[in-house]
């Protein structure tokens, strides 16, 4: 909700568009008469905006008859819950920052600073001995991240993996993340890091933020692709002569 020019209150909607080719923000300065319990409904958009903040773009919707509803879906079936369209590193790098991506690169490098991070209560930046550069001594919230940086040989990305993907991916709980960051220390845990994933490919699944500092990709999910798999394909290629 908000207060406009003239004083008059006027609320703004948050929608989600998704089509084959990706997904993408919209915001509705208006009541379209869209109900969420009929979601996902198809649309044409007409004469509609876009625009960017922090790189991210943004459908935006004056009027209501800028909305109009279809019977029939354009496209086959699109899974809404988990749309995700494999893109590689290089292309992310050159668009606009983008959700529901998926690439694959090698890894080039993993940060020291993996583990257990201090974050302000407040604004979640992260802390540094108890302290936010906005909110000065604070009681810091525990939080789990990886960082690393990707690379395909045109473009590279830092990666951020927050808390459940990296259980997930380490395939462990809070307790057991504990245990084994107690018993390895920050530093060996990242080092173990260093010796699984190291020129080794990683899919990531997630959104990408590209601004002027770069490229960087916050994981929804994250996978080593196995080489071995490669390998197996690459050798029953040989024995079948294939190449
Ligand atoms: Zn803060």
Redesign the pocket.
């Known amino acids: 909700k908000f207060t406009n020019a003239e004083g008059e209150d006027k609320t703004v909607y948050a929608g989600q568009l998704i089509d084959p080719t990706g997904q993408c923000k919209s915001s509705m300065w208006c009541d379209v008469g869209i109900t969420e319990d009929e979601l996902p409904i198809v649309v044409r958009l007409e004469n509609a905006r876009i625009r960017a903040w922090q790189g991210i773009p943004d459908v935006t919707i004056d009027n209501a008859n800028q909305v109009i509803r279809l019977e029939q879906k354009p496209w086959q079936d699109i899974n809404v819950e988990n749309h995700v369209i494999e893109v590689d590193l290089s292309e992310l790098a050159k668009s606009g920052s983008r959700v529901g991506i998926s690439t694959v690169a090698t890894v080039v490098s993993v940060r020291d600073d993996c583990g257990i991070i201090w974050r ?1 209560p ?2 979640r ?1 992260t802390l540094s001995d108890d302290n ?1 550069q ?2 000065g001594d ?1 009681v810091g919230t525990r939080d789990i991240r990886m960082r690393m940086v990707i690379d395909d040989g045109q473009a590279s990305g830092s990666v951020i993996i927050g808390s459940e993907p990296t259980l997930a991916f380490l395939d462990t709980d809070l307790s057991g993340f504990e245990d084994m960051l107690a018993e390895k220390g920050q530093f060996g845990f990242a080092q173990s890091l260093r010796e699984r994933l190291l020129g080794r490919q990683l899919k990531v699944d997630g959104r990408s933020i590209v601004d002027d500092q770069g490229m960087m990709i916050i994981a929804n999910v994250i996978e080593a692709v196995e080489v071995d798999a490669v390998l197996a394909a690459t050798e029953s290629r040989s024995k079948w002569g294939l190449n």
């Open positions: 302000c407040e604004c930046r936010c906005v909110h604070v």
